[in-house]
């Protein structure tokens, strides 16, 4: 009878030292798995944040060669759709840079014109690109030539950009309320102090830039005139907290 108690108590023993075994082998392998999860996730955040740097990068040289790609252009409003061919918009294209504006423009310096949005019953704008950014400027210049007539000129802008400068000429309001002066430059709002005004008047004037009709007149060569868009908002979706963004979807139509 005593062996079989002593028997009882090594086996009882036996179950607990296995016990104690397992539940250590079971700490072990849960730390282990943890572990290695850790690792895992710190390295797919690297990875991501790696991505997310490499396209925010991409996305600045984008942004950097459509704006170079754009520095040539103009938009010009209120020419009739009256042309049945290239030839022909170049032409009044040209009446309308020598005999308005006055600005002497070859044919040659004339790179491409095409006009914005779907044929209709409006008139569209039409994006003027020059080979030089010289002779564009020349033509911003003299933006007050255009102002008794029907047609006007504006900066063309990336739709980033009309977005962006949408948001700043509200905050340029709330700021004019304020007392302040301010001014916008490309996409950045500009806080001008007390003694320094805007370098003119008509940066201050509304604009459009609407395919449904011709806007008031502008000073293209001052960068405070607000131009907007009609667009959903351009958003950047980071990957680690948006794994099916949603593409913004973009009108034709650009307004102040």
């Not at 302040?180 to 001008?192: A, Q």
């Not at 979706?237 to 650009?254: D, F, L, M």
């Amino acid at each position: 009878m005593e062996e079989i108690r002593e028997m009882f108590q090594q086996l009882q023993a036996d179950v607990n030292g296995t016990k104690s075994s397992l539940k250590e082998m079971e700490v072990n392998i849960t730390n282990k798995i943890n572990n290695n999860i850790n690792e895992m996730v710190g390295n797919l955040q690297l990875k991501i944040q790696r991505l997310e740097e490499e396209n925010e990068s991409q996305e600045k040289r984008i942004d950097t060669i459509e704006r170079t790609q754009r520095q040539r252009n103009l938009i010009i409003f209120g020419v009739e759709e009256e042309e049945r061919s290239y030839a022909d918009l170049t032409i009044k294209i040209l009446s309308i840079l020598n005999d308005i504006i006055e600005v002497n423009c070859a044919i040659s310096e004339i790179q491409a014109l095409r006009r914005i949005g779907r044929k209709g019953d409006k008139v569209r704008p039409i994006i003027l690109t020059l080979t030089t950014l010289g002779r564009k400027i020349d033509v911003q210049k003299k933006w007050k030539t255009l102002q008794n007539t029907n047609y006007s000129i504006a900066e063309d802008y990336p739709p980033k950009i009309l977005e962006k400068r949408k948001t700043l000429y509200e905050q340029a309001k709330i700021e004019k309320e304020n007392g302040n002066k301010v001014l916008i430059k490309y996409d950045k709002l500009i806080i001008l102090p007390p003694n320094q005004t805007v370098a003119s008047p008509q940066a201050t004037r509304n604009t459009k830039r609407v395919l449904s009709q011709t806007p008031p007149q502008t000073n293209p060569n001052h960068e405070s005139m607000e131009v907007k868009g009609h667009m959903q908002p351009i958003k950047k979706n980071k990957i680690s907290s948006y794994w099916a963004p949603v593409r913004p979807t973009i009108s034709p139509q650009i307004g102040k």
